[in-house]
């Protein structure tokens, strides 16, 4: 799937792929140039050893900090709860759609998704604070 992270002037894309309980992602624009070649410059290591008793899954992150800020990192980590460990049918049909019918798949989708769940609000925020 992938998450919207706002920026000074829209939003940058960030590609996730799942590799067991990893979540590896990379910037759109590297997976374009780099291809296979793109590293990941965050990864939300998983640990679901507490679900069944306990009903939580346990995360830790190791992110490139040349590339990325921890509230960036941050943003993109809540975005993987916004559409994954969610009630609402709309929100998860999102990822179905990347994952099952990529052509119906609408990228203005995610940031729809994102601006009404307040999530990058913050961080849009302190960009713009930071313009002199």
């Given at each position: 799937f992938l998450c919207a992270l706002p920026r000074r002037e829209g939003y940058e894309f960030f590609v996730g792929q799942w590799t067991g309980t990893e979540l590896h992602f990379t910037a759109l624009i590297n997976i374009q140039t780099r291809g296979?070649?793109?590293?990941?410059?965050l990864i939300l290591y998983h640990y679901p050893e507490l679900k069944e008793e306990k009903g939580i899954v346990l995360m830790t992150a190791e992110m490139d900090s040349t590339f990325l800020n921890v509230a960036e990192a941050q943003c993109i980590a809540n975005q993987v709860q916004l559409f994954y460990a969610t009630d609402r049918?709309?929100?998860?049909?999102?990822v179905e759609t990347f994952n099952f019918r990529p052509n119906e798949f609408k990228y203005m989708s995610v940031i729809a998704e994102l601006e009404q769940s307040g999530l990058g609000a913050e961080l849009k925020c302190s960009q713009n604070q930071d313009k002199t």
């Open positions: 296979e070649a793109a590293a990941s410059q049918r709309e929100t998860y049909g999102l």
